[in-house]
């Protein structure tokens, strides 16, 4: 099995910064794209940012210029940074990693349970 775990989310002020970590763990041959999304109340889940294994990036342009997606081949990690923060970027966040289990496996996205991110004086 492979499995996503989410971390760094919470409540900070319009203006803030914080950091999410995304590890996968389990049975991993290769990791292909990972990506960041977003769900707020009522709404759809939305792109936030990816980055593939070489390191190319996209980003939504909501948040392009105040997030930033990185990665850590070694460590099976991905990482946003959210800085300037600003209440519509409340929302739920998601990690997502196309994973290949094995040689002969075909990939497949896999998905962290989430992490709360709340903008908020």
């Known amino acids: 099995q492979v499995q996503l775990v989410e971390s760094g989310g919470g409540l900070v002020q319009p203006g803030g910064s914080l950091r999410l970590s995304c590890t996968v763990s389990?049975?991993?041959?290769?990791?292909?794209?990972m990506g960041w999304y977003r769900q707020a109340p009522g709404n759809e889940r939305e792109l936030v940012a990816t980055?593939?294994?070489?390191?190319?990036?996209n980003y939504a342009d909501s948040v392009k210029v105040r997030f930033t997606i990185s990665r850590d081949n070694a460590k099976n990690t991905v990482y946003l940074q959210l800085n300037s923060l600003k209440p519509e970027d409340t929302a739920v966040y998601y990690c997502s990693a196309e994973v290949l289990r094995g040689r002969f496996y075909l990939p497949r996205d896999y998905w962290g349970q989430g992490t709360q991110v709340t903008v908020s004086s």
């Open positions: 980055i593939t294994s070489g390191g190319s990036t």
């Open positions: 389990g049975i991993i041959f290769s990791i292909n794209a």
